[in-house]
């Protein structure tokens, strides 16, 4: 009996050792062990940029654990909890909102496991309370880091630290819409494993470094909306991997590159607003994936004809409104089938319409206003049904549309209706009326929103896809 007893009681006692190992096992997990000095980095990085008000032991004792922290994220390493992502900024309703008189504390450095590290709309007071980005300690992230971003910062000012290019892993480089300025450190080539570089919207100077060749995985390159000037590097033509190239909005001159050739996975390329000249490269025929080519408003001049644009078949968007181009209207055009927006206002066009362009089956804006078209408009009435104001032909003085084929409401704006040649004597007073007219009517379509500005009817269209988007969308929901 003693013996059974004995047995049982040993079963027993193994069997709650058992249950006790299993649920400390459990605990063990669920308790996040954390080295204290990794969690109060965690605390003190974050009160630096909430307030002194917020107490992190107190709110959150086990910030990896039962008290996520939103915008926290957490791994394991041998063991133990280390935060991997910090994303500051009101991203979400219960996000933390950054203080106004924020402050990088160093500890944010201690975080060794650090590998995404980001900022939304936090810096926000230019003038009161001015930050800039800490310049020391980068190299204590350079194993981990793969992304950092600042984004809608206007507060985060100064400029970017060379310190940046020991950050060796980073994988994306966001510095978009804040207050930073300078020029753009030539260390950042160094970072050679990034995929996206977006420094758009800031006030950037000087010229774009020249040591970016070694960048073969980036995807995307963005400095559109800085004050960049001087020509671009030949060295842009060694990334190869590139889907997007955007340096819009700058004061960049001198030629386009023959080296953009190399870029053979380009699908966007955006120069607008620059000041770039030289006439069209025959290079930029061979970037074959293009599907939105963007040069306008730039002195680049030459003649339209000067490639072949029926290399481009994947193009979908062409917009080279304002650059000084001459020459007839290429019929090569008519033969992407692909394209949807093809602006060629204020340019020195000359020659008559090609009826093919009404052809081509997915445009739907088509803007040749400001140039020097002549003849008749030979499109089907169809085609200014489809299109309505997003066909633009205004301010060709030589070109008209054929009387009595196009009922009223679908006449193209702007365009006056073919003189029968035995007018042509008492025309001059009367054109003179005419225009008068005209520029009464594409006032008021300019107070409208249809601007005879390239710029915005490309905008417009924008506007109208994502009305139509949202229409079509809704349709759904009701069918639903
Ligand atoms: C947080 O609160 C605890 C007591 O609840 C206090 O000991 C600690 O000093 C406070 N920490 C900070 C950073 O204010
Ligand atoms: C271009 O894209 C293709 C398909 O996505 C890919 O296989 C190729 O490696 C890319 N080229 C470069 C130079 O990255
Ligand atoms: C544009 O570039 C030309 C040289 O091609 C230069 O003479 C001119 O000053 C530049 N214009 C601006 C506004 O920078
Ligand atoms: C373009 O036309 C304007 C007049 O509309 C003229 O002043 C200018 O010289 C022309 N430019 C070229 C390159 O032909
Ligand atoms: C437009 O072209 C016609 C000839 O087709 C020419 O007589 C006229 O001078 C040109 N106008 C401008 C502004 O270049
Ligand atoms: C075109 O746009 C620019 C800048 O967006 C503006 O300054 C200019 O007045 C516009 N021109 C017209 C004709 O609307």
Not at 353 to 360: D, G, R, V, W
């Amino acid at each position: 009996m003693k013996t059974i007893k004995g047995v049982s009681q040993a079963i027993c006692a193994l069997f709650i050792l058992y249950l006790g190992a299993k649920s400390f096992g459990q605990e063990d997990l669920d308790m996040a062990p954390m080295e204290e000095s990794e969690q109060n980095a965690l605390y003190s990085t974050i009160q630096g940029f909430v307030g002194n008000w917020w107490n992190g032991s107190d709110l959150y004792p086990d910030p990896c654990g039962w008290t996520p922290i939103q915008g926290v994220s957490c791994d394991l390493f041998n063991g133990f909890w280390y935060v991997t992502a910090l994303n500051i900024g009101p991203v979400h309703d219960n996000s933390l909102s950054c203080s106004p008189d924020l402050e990088f504390r160093p500890q944010l450095f201690e975080l060794k496991h650090l590998k995404d590290l980001s900022f939304f709309s936090c810096f926000l007071s230019r003038h009161k309370h001015p930050v800039a980005i800490p310049t020391g300690n980068w190299e204590k992230l350079s194993d981990s880091l793969q992304s950092l971003e600042f984004r809608a910062n206007p507060g985060l000012v100064g400029t970017i630290p060379t310190s940046f290019g020991v950050l060796k892993n980073l994988q994306s480089l966001v510095l978009l819409e804040n207050g930073l300025a300078g020029e753009i450190p030539p260390e950042i080539g160094n970072l050679i494993k990034l995929k996206r570089l977006v420094l758009a919207g800031n006030s950037f100077s000087g010229q774009i470094p020249n040591t970016f060749s070694g960048l073969n995985e980036l995807l995307i390159f963005d400095l559109s909306r800085n004050s960049l000037s001087g020509p671009v590097p030949l060295t842009l033509g060694s990334l190869t991997a590139l889907l997007k190239l955007d340096l819009s909005n700058n004061h960049l001159e001198g030629n386009l590159l023959q080296e953009l050739a190399n870029l053979k996975n380009l699908t966007l390329m955006d120069l607008r607003n620059n000041n770039f000249s030289g006439g069209l490269t025959l290079s930029l025929q061979e970037i074959h994936s293009l599907e939105e080519m963007v040069l306008s408003n730039n002195p680049i001049g030459g003649n339209i004809r000067s490639l072949k644009w029926e290399n481009l078949q994947n193009l979908a968007i062409l917009e080279l409104s304002n650059m000084g181009m001459t020459g007839e209207i290429p019929e090569s055009i008519s033969e992407l089938k692909r394209l949807r927006f093809l602006g060629l206002s204020d340019n020195n066009l000359t020659g008559n319409l090609s009826p093919k362009l009404a052809t081509l089956p997915s445009l739907n804006a088509l803007y040749l206003s400001g140039n020097n078209l002549t003849g008749v408009i030979k499109f089907p009435v169809e085609f200014y049904i489809k299109m309505g104001s997003r066909f633009g032909a205004w301010n060709n003085p030589n070109l008209c549309y054929p009387v009595g084929e196009i009922s009223p409401s679908y006449l193209p704006f702007g365009v006056k209706p073919c003189q029968q040649e035995v007018k042509l004597l008492e025309l001059d007073s009367k054109t003179k009326l005419s225009n008068v007219g005209m520029n009464q009517i594409s006032n008021s379509m300019t107070s409208l929103g249809f601007s005879r500005n390239a710029t915005n009817s490309f905008c417009w269209t924008s506007l109208l896809e994502i009305l139509m988007i949202i229409g079509l969308s809704l349709r759904s929901h009701i069918a639903l």
